[in-house]
């Protein structure tokens, strides 16, 4: 079985200063992983996923998250926070292959609050 | 593209009552998930259907819930009878065949009183 550790349920940060939101995950099994944000009221969107290839993923808005296998970790982190980044994050794995593919475990999430 | 549509958005009934979700996923997905989301949890996968069969429902309670994706399209999710612990917010996402990472619908709030 897979389990996802979200380190921290709450991250308060100034607005312009970096942010990072750590995951730790645990599997006997290769796994995929990806990083959601959930803002009130709303659906999980997909913000970034790690494949194959390199280890360093980015989003659109200037996230990034870094898989590192020998400390099973795939930790998001942004240089410069804006207000508007103010949301619950979620990391999640899925298994790669098996009979239920794309299935996702998720961690407890982290509320991201930038303050102004 | 439309996202994934989910009704109703907010639901509240009475404990031992019953209750239906909707779900209609993005056209031409062949997978179909239905996770649950307990407040301050992260979203647990209560079904996934490939085109109208059933690939995963481990951890769906069975003696209360149930779901199907009639013609492989819609889907319902029912829960006779809710118990408080379904308070919830029960989410809907779709995606193609084989592939990892998908689109949720806005979800439905239930509370169940």
């Known amino acids: 079985a897979q389990s996802v550790t979200q380190l921290d349920s709450q991250v308060p940060v100034f607005e312009e200063a970096p942010v990072e939101l750590r995951c730790n995950y645990s599997?006997?099994?290769?796994?995929?992983l990806f990083w959601y944000v959930q803002y009130p009221n709303q659906g999980l969107q997909l913000l970034l996923k790690?494949?194959?290839?390199?280890?360093l993923v980015e989003s659109i808005n200037g996230f990034e998250a870094e898989f590192n296998k020998s400390q099973t970790s795939f930790h998001l982190r942004k240089p410069s926070v804006h207000i508007s980044d103010t949301a619950e994050y979620f990391c999640?794995?899925?298994?790669?292959?098996?009979?239920?593919?794309?299935?996702?475990?998720f961690g407890q999430g982290t509320i991201l609050t930038v303050h102004p | 593209e439309a996202g994934v549509a989910q009704s109703p958005r907010y639901k509240i009934i009475e404990k031992r009552q019953s209750v239906a979700f909707w779900c209609n996923p993005i056209?031409?997905?062949?997978?179909l998930y239905w996770y649950q989301q307990i407040l301050g949890q992260g979203p647990k996968l209560l079904i996934q259907?490939?085109?109208?069969?059933?690939?995963?429902d481990s951890q769906l309670p069975k003696d209360r819930f149930s779901a199907e994706r009639l013609k492989g399209v819609d889907s319902t999710l029912k829960i006779q009878p809710a118990k408080l612990e379904d308070s919830a917010v029960y989410l809907c996402?779709?995606?193609?065949?084989?592939?990892?990472?998908?689109?949720f619908g806005s979800g439905t709030r239930l509370t169940v009183v």
């Open positions: 996402a779709s995606s193609f065949q084989g592939s990892y990472g998908y689109t």
């Open positions: 599997s006997s099994v290769s796994v995929y």
């Open positions: 056209s031409g997905h062949a997978t």
């Open positions: 259907f490939q085109n109208n069969g059933v690939v995963d």
């Open positions: 999640a794995v899925s298994v790669v292959g098996g009979t239920s593919y794309g299935k996702l475990t």
């Open positions: 790690y494949l194959s290839g390199s280890t």
